[in-house]
């Protein structure tokens, strides 16, 4: 059995981690594995190289960076490739799940926001998975009901489509608690990629586990429902507060933002 995190970003591109740091923090915390996803727009062909390389240094026997990418489409709509290391102009996010496909990778639609649930569902191709919990974006304590219905809806079209849990790894005070577990998967990168297609996963926060296929208990839903809401009242008045800070001068200490980072 391998645990492990997905989503994650590291100084190659907008992350506090080195790759090195990534490797050490993880298998520190009993992992065995990270699916990095820096940000398409941040390399060019030789500094992709030189990820993909890193990457292949920093893994062995006991641990394994998995390199992939971040793209960012049109309207801010990002799509993770879990997997794929080759680079497209196209921000067209249904050319760039095709992309990550024909690449062998695995195409997820990270973060979606509630405006684009509509546009997602209309898309003719579809991708391999939806983020139904980016512990970033949603914050640590639930994730949006919404998405999963999203992803209910996807599958009556294609059963295949998998929910997925990352945790969008970007400042080293970031919670890190949301993981994924792999019951058959040997430490190899196309077992773990295999796994992650084919739904032999669940996530893992604490006591809470998670399916691949996204179906979850309604009253595990109603709960999700009633604490995102709450947390999310939270984080929204703890942006306008910054934003009123920022507007007279007052920087936001980094000791605090570290602290906040923790929590939310």
């Known amino acids: 059995m391998l645990k492990g995190a997905i989503h994650v970003h590291s100084t190659f591109s907008d992350g506090e981690f080195t790759l090195r740091e990534l490797r050490e ?53 990002h799509i993770l490739g879990y997997g794929v290391t080759s680079l497209i102009e196209s921000q067209d996010p249904q050319e760039v799940i095709r992309h990550i496909e024909r690449a062998g990778g695995i195409s997820v639609i990270a973060h979606p926001k509630d405006s684009a649930l509509a546009w997602i569902e209309s898309f003719e191709v579809l991708p391999s998975g939806i983020e139904a919990w980016n512990s970033k974006y949603d914050g ?18 294609k059963p295949e489509v998998r929910a997925f849990y990352g945790q969008d790894l970007h400042w080293k005070k970031q919670f890190r608690g949301l993981l994924n577990t792999l019951p058959s998967a040997a430490l190899a990168r196309e077992d773990i990629l295999t796994a992650f297609r084919s739904g032999d996963y669940h996530a893992q926060k604490g006591d809470l586990h998670l399916p691949s296929d996204g179906r979850l208990p309604e009253t595990l839903v109603a709960k999700f429902e009633r ?16 934003k009123v800070v920022d507007r007279i001068g007052v920087g936001v200490p980094s000791s605090l933002k570290s602290h906040l980072r923790r929590i939310f």
Not at 227 to 242: A, G, I, N, P, T
């Open 25 to 77: 923090t993880f298998l520190a915390g009993g992992n065995s594995f990270v699916c990095v996803t820096d940000h398409a727009q941040s390399f060019d062909l030789p500094k992709l190289e030189a990820y993909v390389r890193e990457c292949a240094s920093l893994s062995g026997d006991q641990f394994l960076l998995i390199p992939g990418l971040e793209f960012e489409c049109y309207e801010r709509m």
């Open 140 to 157: 640590r304590y639930a994730p949006r009901p919404t998405v999963f219905q999203l992803l209910h809806r996807l599958q009556k079209r």
């Open 227 to 242: 604490v995102h809401r709450r947390s999310d009242r939270m984080r929204s008045l703890m942006k306008r507060s910054k």
